[in-house]
């Protein structure tokens, strides 16, 4: 990155801002309040990837902020959309409520006013724990309150332009025939079977028809309802393909971040925007999905969901931020089996932005400052906090189930890792002691390492293996290395790094003692 190139932080977020900030002036648009806007699903369980999208529209919020203007997180609730398919875990009795917008499905657990609230809340509640602060909007009243209706007025006189737009641009000949608006049916209150096929403009009402739909891969029956409903009053919504162009114009938003899965619908979206409404659609940014370690999509109906509640019971919020404002691009597997690193992650960059670090080359030392700032949007703590490595709370929590933080905090004031006990450390042992009574398996770490040290590896292997413990762990090390031509630090390296993923730690002999030889052994015998 060169001179030139870095923005504010140095970080990708810094950039998109210039990027908006740059076409906003020419474009010739007011800079007194530059809104930002996240799409909340309220259909599916909200994990990782549904946070990250508000999580990063709210760097980009900040960063203009930090550039000197005025700007507000929209967090949008798509409570109207309907109910496509059951989420994993869900009861079956939600089977007679598909189609129907997400708000008017009663909520199956009964803590919230509907099926929609209850997926939405659990998406704030993620962004709450976070630090993020932003203005909640929901469909249901956006729509109710008519806050959208020049819009939808705009676009249904337009429709035959949009459905010949929308079949140019994606192949998609649906809207040359209906509406790009579903009213809820009158009569049976579903959503995608009642297919408007004409717009009175005069009485802003749409008349429909309630018929058989496939939604999902499943056919839902239609009632049969021919009905009218009013624009400004009814309930109903826009098709995703101009819904977000309708957003856009009425709330003056300046950027949404999209992945790349609502690409087609962006670009229609876009055009909408400039076209049909005057609006000049919102700067974009198009990031990758997450995937499980498996490979497949992270989605919220196929049960494979890494949520944000979940994540916090092993991993602070931090680690979480850490992981969104990373980067942007490129797809990301992501399970459970990250947060070590990540939490380990977290402490280097403290260390760096605090100078206990250094790092001479001057765009990644202010990349690397940046992108701590960012995870404590910009409001970083004036001193570090303790730092104990992540992995080696887990071997030590591992042994213990009894008395566990008393006996872990021991072990570590035995270690010197620490010289006090803290509330902050008893509450990292609680988190490493979730994740070890949940994982068997630390993710196995990528370690350089030649043909030598693969052999010193073995020769210890055997040793911890064998029917007499060593007398002294840390000794036996140091000869079985001194023997085989391999520098003994360089090799303690190498078994820190395996054991806890990191080239430092507590003395490695009474270490090995404490984790239990043979599992040791076991863990070692992987890399050779």
């Avoid at 497949?296 to 992981?323: A, D, H, Y």
Wanted: overall charge negative.
């Amino acid at each position: 990155m060169s001179e030139q190139e870095i923005f504010g932080k140095g970080t990708w977020i810094d950039k998109l801002a210039h990027e908006l900030l740059e076409r906003e002036k020419s474009l010739g648009r007011s800079l007194d309040l530059l809104r930002v806007e996240s799409g909340l699903g309220a259909s599916g369980v909200p994990h990782i990837g549904s946070l990250g999208d508000a999580v990063r529209a709210y760097g980009v919020k900040l960063a203009l902020e930090n550039f000197g203007y005025k700007s507000e997180l929209i967090a949008y609730s798509d409570d109207l959309d309907g109910l496509r398919k059951i989420p994993e875990g869900f009861p079956d009795s939600l089977e007679e409520h598909l189609a129907k917008p997400v708000s008017l499905i009663p909520d199956p657990f009964g803590c919230h006013e509907s099926y929609g609230m209850h997926m939405s809340s659990i998406l704030l509640d993620g962004l709450d724990k976070m630090g993020i602060k932003y203005e909640f909007r929901r469909a249901k009243d956006t729509y109710k309150n008519g806050l959208l209706k020049e819009q939808i007025h705009t676009s249904l006189q337009n429709s035959s332009k949009i459905g010949d737009k929308i079949s140019e641009l994606v192949g998609q000949e649906k809207f040359q025939k209906f509406l790009p608006y579903f009213p809820v049916c009158a009569n049976c209150n579903r959503l995608y079977t009642a297919e408007a096929f004409e717009y009175l403009a005069d009485e802003k009402k749409v008349r429909y028809k309630c018929h058989d739909a496939e939604i999902g891969s499943k056919m839902i029956k239609g009632c049969g309802h021919n009905g009218e409903a009013d624009i400004t009053k009814d309930l109903g919504k826009l098709a995703w393909k101009v819904e977000f162009a309708a957003r856009w114009a009425a709330f003056d938003i300046r950027f949404e971040a999209y992945g790349k899965d609502i690409m087609d619908s962006v670009k229609v979206n876009d055009w909408v925007s400039d076209e049909i409404l005057n609006f000049p659609h919102p700067h974009h940014v198009k990031y990758e999905m997450f995937l499980d370690k498996g490979g497949k999509k992270i989605s919220k109906s196929l049960g494979n969901v890494v949520t944000g509640q979940k994540w916090m019971e092993f991993g602070s919020p931090k680690s979480i931020l850490l992981l969104l404002y990373k980067r942007i691009t490129g797809a990301r597997e992501l399970g459970f089996e990250d947060i070590p690193s990540l939490m380990n992650e977290y402490n280097e960059l403290e260390d760096i932005f605090f100078g206990k670090i250094k790092v001479d080359n001057q765009a990644k030392l202010l990349k690397s400052k940046g992108l701590y700032e960012y995870v404590n949007l910009l409001n970083p703590p004036k001193e570090p906090g303790i730092h104990i490595n992540y992995r080696l709370l887990v071997e030590l929590a591992k042994m213990f189930k009894e008395n566990r933080t008393e006996r872990v905090m021991k072990k570590l004031l035995d270690y010197g890792t620490i010289k006090n006990p803290d509330p902050e450390i008893e509450k990292l042992i609680e988190l490493a002691g979730n994740f070890a009574d949940e994982f068997d398996q630390q993710e196995k770490v990528e370690i350089d390492m030649d043909e030598s040290a693969k052999k010193v590896l073995k020769i210890l292997v055997d040793a911890l293996n064998a029917e007499e413990e060593p007398e002294d762990i840390q000794n036996t090390i140091y000869q079985i290395a001194k023997s085989n031509g391999v520098e003994p630090k360089d090799f303690f390296k190498i078994l820190y790094q395996i054991i806890l993923g990191t080239s430092r730690g507590p003395k490695i002999g009474p270490l090995i003692s404490d984790i239990g030889r043979k599992q040791v052994a076991k863990t070692v015998s992987e890399y050779i």
